[in-house]
């Protein structure tokens, strides 16, 4: 089975520094998905990278695919306190022909003013 | 706007009554999954259809099942739930074939 392991599991920042979560998995990713989840509530999408070398971004927040499609990082720059949550990564087994999601078990973020 | 809609938002349920969470679609997507995410926890697949195809995770306790009458509705029952059933549990739509997933705002049950 795909697992995904995330780092760190927790972080505080100062509002306005930079930060990284890493998503590494045990076998090739044939999708990876970004979600971000506030305590309680359902994931909302952030990004889907399927291609190695897969960079994209959105607003202030880019996530990289690396070369061999095993490791994944979500960069945040000059963090603000909407973006504290939950960050979890996903990876799409739909290559080895199911077709779900497995996540890591996510990332807290804590954004201090 | 397209969306899943998971009702209720909070289920309270006593010991041992049966009690049923639900998911609609408007994305008319193929395939509807039902995760269960327990505090600090990654989310759980227990089962997900693939059009009327069920198909149940090996380690989701028989206590759980699901239904789903038509492309749009999905229901998990819980047939008798126990403390450890407390949890958030989520609906998630997809195409099948890495097109992405669609998740609802979720359904946060308690066992009382």
């Known amino acids: 089975s795909q697992e995904l392991e995330q780092s760190p599991q927790s972080l505080i920042v100062q509002e306005g520094k930079n930060l990284t979560i890493n998503c590494t998995s045990s076998?090739?990713?044939?999708?990876l998905y970004w979600y971000k989840q506030k305590y309680g509530e359902g994931l909302i999408f952030l990004m889907m990278?399927?291609?190695?070398?897969e960079e994209k971004s959105h607003e202030k927040i880019t996530a990289k695919l690396d070369e061999k499609k095993q490791q994944s990082s979500l960069h945040i720059t000059a963090s603000q306190p909407s973006h504290a949550g939950i960050y979890l990564c996903?990876?799409?087994?739909?290559?080895?022909?199911?077709?779900?999601?497995?996540f890591g078990k996510g990332t807290k973020l804590s954004v201090i003013p | 706007d397209a969306m899943v809609i998971q009702n209720p938002r909070y289920q309270v349920t006593q010991f041992g009554k049966p009690v049923t969470l639900s998911c609609s679609q408007t994305?008319?997507?193929?395939?509807m999954y039902w995760y269960q995410q327990k505090s600090s926890q990654a989310p759980k697949l227990l089962f997900h259809?693939?059009?009327?195809?069920?198909?149940n995770e090996a380690d989701t306790p028989d206590n759980f099942q699901s239904r789903r009458p038509n492309t749009s509705f999905c229901f998990l029952d819980i047939r008798s739930p126990g403390l450890g059933d407390a949890a958030m549990y989520l609906c998630?739509?997809?195409?099948?074939?890495?097109?992405?997933?669609?998740f609802g705002s979720g359904t946060r049950l308690t066992v009382v």
């Open positions: 996903g990876a799409d087994t739909s290559g080895a022909g199911s077709y779900q999601l497995t």
């Open positions: 076998k090739t990713l044939y999708g």
């Open positions: 990278l399927q291609k190695g070398g």
């Open positions: 994305l008319n997507h193929n395939v």
């Open positions: 259809y693939y059009d009327k195809d069920f198909n």
């Open positions: 998630a739509t997809g195409r099948g074939g890495g097109y992405g997933y669609t």
